[in-house]
């Protein structure tokens, strides 16, 4: 059975940074690209972030370029959200989903002074 | 960045009525396109994938259809599990974009 497991959101002011990880399992990590999506309280779906099987390449949402970068650890079959220079916007609940479409269950962002 | 726009905003049916969902796509996405079901407090459910493919586990009873920029999701007998919200998703071209959501809630 495919297991995410997200972790690491917090309350956090403007400007500050957080990052998320995204344990998983019950599948072979390294044969799949991950992304990350959010959804803001009683909003819609977006997808910030991919990352590829290998992580040679990432691909950004322009709500988050140059402030969130995606990584991963085939190692630990885990994969890593940094965000930098939160914005009150950036709240949401953040999830992590392997391509294909499951997703985990979710960590929140809070991103308020 | 290609938007996807669904139809209705919200629909009433009753247990046992057919419900059809529409998505419109801004540009061609071929037959990138999933549909996934959100029920309050829970995460995105895969449904459909390529379109018209249902996910492992999906029942009979939802179906898809649709090429190109016109998309379906047909729900034939509504289930008293199945009142939720839908939401379309393109993954032809990076961003990969949702639709607005329809909710689907009991009339």
């Known amino acids: ?113 | 960045e290609i938007v996807m726009t669904q139809s209705p905003a919200t629909l009433s049916v009753s247990p046992g009525e057919r419900a059809t969902l529409s998505c419109r796509a801004s540009q061609s996405v071929i037959t990138s396109l999933a549909w996934y079901q959100q029920k309050p407090g829970q995460s995105p459910r895969l449904l459909i994938r390529h379109a018209s493919t249902r996910a492992t586990g999906i029942p009979a009873r939802f179906s898809a259809s649709g090429s190109a920029t016109e998309f379906t999701l047909t729900i034939s007998s509504l289930q008293s599990e199945d009142f939720a919200v839908y939401y379309c998703q393109q993954y032809s071209n990076w961003p990969w974009t949702f639709g607005q959501g329809t909710k689907v809630e009991f009339k």
């Open chain 1, 1 to 113: 059975e495919v297991q995410l497991v997200e972790s690491g959101g917090d309350l956090v002011h403007p400007g500050g940074s957080l990052t998320l990880s995204c344990s998983a399992s019950g599948f072979t990590f390294t044969t799949y690209s991950m992304h990350w999506a959010r959804q803001a309280p009683g909003k819609g779906l977006e997808f910030v972030s991919d990352i590829s099987q290998n992580g040679e390449t990432t691909l950004y949402a322009d709500s988050v370029k140059d402030r969130f970068i995606i990584s991963r650890d085939n190692s630990k079959n885990t994969v890593y959200l940094q965000m930098s220079s939160l914005k009150p916007e950036d709240t949401a609940v953040y999830y992590c989903v392997k391509g294909g479409g499951d997703w985990g269950q979710g960590t929140l962002v809070t991103v308020s002074s």
